[in-house]
Structures are given as C-alpha cells and as structure tokens.
C-alpha cells in the first residue's frame, strides 16, 4: 500500500470513526457531579420527570443562551414534570460555575464534571472534533429518547425544536410503581 492511500484510509477511518452517532433510544446510565454549594446531584434522583442533561462550556456564548432557555422552560414546564440539569466540562469551569450561574440567573442543578465523564456518558469519541452544548432530553423511564449531534446540530437547539420534544415527552404516561415492564426494560 502506498504512503498516500495508507494515510487517505487512516483519514476516511478517524472521520468514519467520529461521525457514528450514539445509539438512541438507550437507558440513561447514572450520571453525577456536584454544585458548587457542595450538594450531589444524581441522574437517578429525577426518574420520572422529563431531564434536559445539557453539557456546557461557561466560557460559550451559546451555552449560555441555552442555559437560560432551559431556565425559562423550568419555570413554564416544572409543574408538569420536567427537569432541566446543567453540566459544565471546559476545563476553567470548576472554580467559576458559580459565578456563571449567578450572572445568567440559574437556578435549575448545575456543577462541573470531568471531560472525560461527559464523552463517556454521551458514547462519544473524546478526540474527535465536536461542539458545544451538548443535550441528551430523557423520558420519565429513564431512556435517552433525543441527543444533539457531536459535530453540531443546526436545528438540535433551535428554541421550538426543543420545546415541541420536551412537550411530547411530557405527553407521554408517567410509568406506575410496579406496572408490568415491557420488552425487558
């Protein structure tokens, strides 16, 4: 094989590699981090309520815009059951989500958490090339039902795109203790 077609194969499989989306839907695995007042939020903790888990960078312009979309669909959708989570995963963001949740007024649970944890949770290749925010929107089961694209998503965080999804989740029934499970779930 020559240099050439041995490097244009490397490519093509680095860029093959990095463009296989997670599988949805999959049950939400656990997921923790801890806010800046100290207290532990669990993933588990919300099952029944419909989660946006949005995974920010506080240094990000549209992280921040989407923050407070989230902060505004808590206040029009909570009473019916949806959560809004924040994570934040650039690396300057430990000592300062504080600040930024103060100066955007979010109140919704929002703390810092390792790179590494964010790409495992959302099956994603750490050295692949993606943007953010990220979001997975999770069911009142527990399942991962939407995620945004690694590599962006043009309509993924457009306000009504995002509203109509968090709505048909919250249409859908809130499971019973001890209803008969289907499918193995």
């Known amino acids: 094989m020559t240099r050439l077609a041995f490097l244009t194969a490397a490519i093509a499989a680095a860029v093959a590699g990095s463009a296989a989306a997670a599988e949805v839907p999959r049950r939400a695995p656990e997921y923790a981090f801890t806010m800046p007042n100290g207290k532990q939020v669990l993933l588990s903790q919300y099952r029944g309520k419909v989660v946006a888990l949005g995974f920010y960078f506080t240094t990000c312009p549209h992280c921040s815009v989407v923050c407070q979309f989230m902060e505004r669909l808590s206040g029009q959708l909570g009473a019916k059951g949806f959560q809004p989570l924040g994570v934040a995963f650039n690396e300057v963001s430990p000592p300062v989500v504080a600040e930024f949740m103060r100066f955007y007024k979010i109140t919704f649970p929002m703390g810092p958490s390792p790179r590494e944890t964010v790409y495992s949770f959302l099956q994603e290749n750490p050295n692949a090339r993606g943007v ?12 991962i039902r939407y995620q945004s694209k690694h590599a962006g998503d043009d309509d993924f965080f457009k306000e009504e795109v995002l509203r109509k999804r968090i709505e048909e989740l919250l249409r859908e029934p809130v499971a019973r203790p001890g209803a008969k499970k289907r499918g193995g779930e």
């Open 132 to 143: 953010v925010p990220q979001m997975v929107l999770i069911d009142r089961r527990g399942f």
